[in-house]
């Protein structure tokens, strides 16, 4: 029986691959410890080991996986940022992740980030439970008629722009591979420069590689309209975050929501509420009251929990077998 290793699981992980399991049988081991130099060296007898978002993959990690025998990496997750794919290539190890579980949870929570920082439903949840009726401070914005930009036009993108259009908002829309099937939506395909200049809301939606890194950085926030709401459930590394905190200091961006953060594999999905917590940066930024931050939850639907593990399940399967199945290279 094959035996695949996870690291960085959650009790709902162990829920939903629990139950996907029982069609494929393979003898699942769950470690709370994410995947690291620290931890590589205990990978044994295992023929895959199954990672998320904040795992590290770095080259000596997959050079310890190799020499252990462990022959595939299945990300659980779409991004794959963190994962060494020279490395992986070369010491021959098979990645398969799951390209597409649900974009509608990450572009539903996106526009959830984006009414709550803007009609401050977090506030007013407080404040009614301490019997405060007063409405002072709660002033929104229409999103009616503003303009949302959209950086990344692939899945997650196209189906935050629907849900967009459906508030009435103007969708302008920048993608260096642009979707021809937008065009007739009414979205607006269009360069940065005007996407920062004209948007009222910016969403991010392209993935981490270099020459998305810092795109949004001090340049480009002197670019954006004063008062603009910045949103990312993206990667962390596509915003610097200094800038950013300079950006909120100086009124120019209006609101942050973030469900992404550069640094984040040092704080999220861990409970640090006892914790004195040592990143002075997001400390910064949750002191701001127009500063929204979830701990990467945009994908935590019952629907993607079992897309994601129907399908890393089956991606191991057929590559068991001799078949490559959403697979990197
Ligand atoms: P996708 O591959 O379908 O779309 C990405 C789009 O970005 C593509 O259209 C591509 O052409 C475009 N792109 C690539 N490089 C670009 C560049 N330099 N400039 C402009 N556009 C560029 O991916 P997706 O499924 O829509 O996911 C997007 C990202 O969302 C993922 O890479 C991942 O980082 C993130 N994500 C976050 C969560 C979460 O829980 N917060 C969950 C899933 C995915």
Do not use: W
């Amino acid at each position: 029986m094959a035996k695949i290793l996870f690291f960085s699981a959650k009790p709902y992980d162990k829920e939903y691959f629990d139950k996907h399991n029982q069609q494929f049988g393979f003898d699942l081991e769950y470690y709370e410890t994410h995947l690291g130099p620290h931890i590589a060296g205990a990978a044994q007898n295992a023929d895959a080991v199954c990672v998320f978002v904040n795992d590290t993959l770095t080259r000596p990690v997959i050079e310890v996986l190799s020499a252990r025998g462990i022959r595939i990496i299945a990300l659980r997750c779409a991004g794959y940022n963190n994962v060494d794919l020279e490395a992986a290539k070369e010491f021959g190890m098979e990645v398969c992740r799951v390209p597409a579980y649900s974009p509608e949870a990450v572009a539903e929570h996106t526009m959830a980030l984006i009414l709550t920082l803007n009609r401050k439903t977090h506030k007013a949840y407080n404040r009614v439970r301490e019997q405060n009726f007063a409405l002072s401070g709660l002033v929104g914005f229409n999103l009616h008629e503003k303009t949302v930009g959209v950086i990344g036009t692939g899945k997650i993108g196209k189906a935050f722009i629907r849900i967009a259009q459906g508030f009435g908002m103007k969708v302008l829309a920048y993608d260096t591979r642009p979707d021809p099937s937008l065009l007739t939506s009414g979205a607006v395909y269009t360069d940065l420069s005007e996407i920062f200049s004209q948007s009222d809301i910016i969403s991010l939606h392209v993935p981490l590689f270099p020459e998305t890194h810092h795109m949004i950085d001090a340049n480009s926030i002197a670019a954006m309209k004063p008062g603009v709401m910045i949103i990312n459930t993206s990667r962390g590394g596509l915003i610097d975050t200094a800038a950013v905190i300079a950006g909120l200091k100086s009124r120019q961006i209006g609101a942050l929501g973030v469900d992404v953060y550069e640094q984040e594999e040092k704080l999220f999905f861990r409970d640090l509420s006892s914790a004195i917590v040592d990143d002075d940066t997001i400390m910064r930024l949750v002191s701001f009251p127009n500063v929204l931050i979830t701990a990467h939850q945009a994908f935590l639907t019952q629907e993607a929990l079992d897309e994601i593990a129907g399908t890393t399940l089956s991606n191991i399967q057929s590559l068991l077998n001799g078949k490559k199945q959403n697979t990197l290279f």
